[in-house]
């Protein structure tokens, strides 16, 4: 399945790196989520764009930048992380945001922050 | 709250019947979606209910009460590859996603 890529797979930085996740949706879809998946807890999510605009930023903390520059590129840029920010960041898309637009994930990107 | 509530883990046999229970909150109801998602994977989509009832697809079934905020996922003829992790989600007011923390399901032989 190749509906939905994350680069890298696998990411380790330190508190004062900077460095970006990619996501890229070839579904033809026009919403695109970041989400952190932190074990044992509920996927969290982060930020969503609709049209490229984004509509929703749950209290993220603003070490954690998103980017939209076209439907099918998302980009979630990272600087002076936490320890407690390591997760495995998930990146989906769904045609809009409706109420039986189903959400398509990627494989996602395993951070760890030393 | 915007609790989802299932159980953490379960266990099953080969060729048995599983039943995955969720209770969530009623209010700002707009569906509820079952994924799956294996180990280090992509959680995938596995069903949708927005009408009371139960949904059959092939070996999953998923049963939806809007009264009770209750769905269950019901799994038969179990087979090893269905050792997963099973995630309940509610679909808000704003079309938002809210998820439970997932049931791992753990098959032996």
């Known amino acids: 399945e190749t509906g939905v890529t994350q680069t890298p797979r696998h990411l380790v930085m330190g508190m004062t790196n900077k460095k970006s996740l990619k996501c890229e949706q070839h579904?033809?879809?026009?919403?695109m989520y970041w989400y952190k998946q932190s074990a044992k807890k509920p996927l969290e999510l982060m930020f969503v764009y609709n049209f490229k605009e984004q509509t929703e930023n749950n209290s993220v903390p603003s070490r954690f930048s998103p980017e939209c520059p076209n439907s099918s590129h998302l980009f979630l840029h990272l600087h002076t992380l936490q320890p407690e920010d390591s997760a495995l960041y998930l990146c989906a898309s769904s045609q809009e945001m409706g109420p039986t637009d189903t959400q398509y994930f990627g494989p996602g990107t395993r951070l760890t922050v030393l | 709250g915007q609790n989802i509530d299932q159980p953490t883990e379960m266990t099953a046999t080969e060729g048995a019947i599983v039943q995955i229970n969720c209770t969530y909150q009623t209010s700002g109801f707009n569906g509820l979606f079952w994924y799956q998602q294996h180990a280090g994977e992509a959680p995938t989509f596995l069903s949708y209910?927005?009408l009371d009832g139960l949904e059959e697809k092939g070996r999953f079934s998923s049963f939806l009460s809007r009264s009770k905020g209750y769905s269950y996922l019901l799994l038969k003829e179990l087979q090893m590859k269905d050792s997963a992790s099973y995630l309940c989600?509610?679909?808000?007011?704003?079309?938002?996603?809210?998820w439970g923390a997932g049931t791992k399901l753990i098959i032996k032989p």
């Open positions: 209910n927005v």
């Open positions: 579904l033809g879809h026009n919403a």
């Open positions: 989600a509610r679909l808000d007011s704003n079309y938002q996603l809210i």
